[in-house]
């Protein structure tokens, strides 16, 4: 996972509420819900390419950031909500979709109502991804959505190259940070081709590197948030450090990373763009 500003400003709202679960992979037979709720930007994202906008009651304002969001344009005119218990009793939600959370601090006002909930995991990888689509077009009772959306997504990937050709790559962030296996951007670097400096170095999947341990590794590529290809604060100062400028650059929205949904698409035509243009073969 990347490091981000605060984003789950309502994840941690399901674990407060006495939720009914939702069978995640049958669709709504009689009825689809026309209150559906989000607690979490990656749940934002799915409903917006899933649901009826009619059928959204509430999303967390991160859907409407631009450094987060994927698809922040399309939040414009729905309602959307910081996590308080206020907004959220308003609502009055029919389904309420979020990630799985702990925590029940900021909804020990609600009272203990019973709200169909569906918990969509984490995504890093693509089968992942698959499964969410799955899971949240069944529950806002749009399967075939999913389906369609998915296919699309498979026959986007299946052309894709890898022309990363076993060269090591180092996702790097703001203060040292370098993210490791078993995530999204791993997933991503696997699709492309190339080796991930985390494994080859034993790295858990969220590690702190030095300026002078990634200067020894030198790996073939380094790949940074394309918010960071100035410098803008302390923590993006590091990255351009002169022992770091021989090393080609991939350059990624955070956007297209934070969560595990369609945006998955952009980053992996990307990622394979921009190796080919270090190559001399692209554009």
């Excluded at 967390?60 to 009793?89: I, M």
């Excluded at 389906?147 to 990937?157: F, G, S, V, W």
Aim: one cysteine or more.
């Amino acid at each position: 996972m990347t490091v981000v500003k605060p984003l789950l400003v309502g994840a941690v709202l399901a674990g407060a509420l006495s939720a009914a679960p939702v069978d995640r992979d049958a669709p709504h037979q009689n009825s689809r819900p026309q209150r559906t709720l989000s607690l979490n930007l990656c749940t934002d994202q799915l409903l917006l390419a899933l649901a009826d906008r009619g059928q959204i009651a509430g999303l967390t304002h991160n859907v409407a950031d631009p450094e987060l969001s994927a698809v922040p344009t399309l939040a414009r005119g729905l309602p959307l909500h910081r996590g308080s218990a206020e907004q959220l009793l308003t609502t009055n939600p029919d389904l309420v979709v979020g990630m799985p959370a702990s925590g029940s601090a900021p909804l020990a006002a609600l009272p203990r109502e019973h709200y169909p909930l569906l918990d969509v995991p984490h995504a890093n990888r693509i089968e992942d991804i698959y499964r969410a689509i799955r899971q949240t077009a069944a529950a806002v009772g749009h399967p075939e959505r999913g389906a369609a959306l998915i296919a699309d997504m498979q026959r986007e990937l299946a052309v894709l190259p890898s022309p990363g050709r076993g060269r090591v790559a180092a996702y790097y962030q703001r203060r040292g940070y370098m993210t490791g296996t078993g995530t999204l951007v791993d997933d991503l670097m696997t699709r492309a081709g190339l080796v991930n400096l985390a494994a080859t170095l034993g790295k858990p999947p969220l590690a702190q590197v030095s300026l002078e341990e990634m200067v020894a590794a030198d790996p073939d590529f380094l790949i940074v948030e394309s918010a960071t290809d100035t410098v803008s604060d302390q923590g993006s100062e590091m990255l351009h450090h002169p022992a770091l400028k021989h090393i080609p650059r991939i350059s990624i929205p955070q956007a297209w990373t934070v969560c595990g949904g369609p945006a998955y698409v952009r980053a992996a035509r990307s990622f394979a763009a921009q190796i080919a243009q270090h190559d001399g073969r692209g554009a």
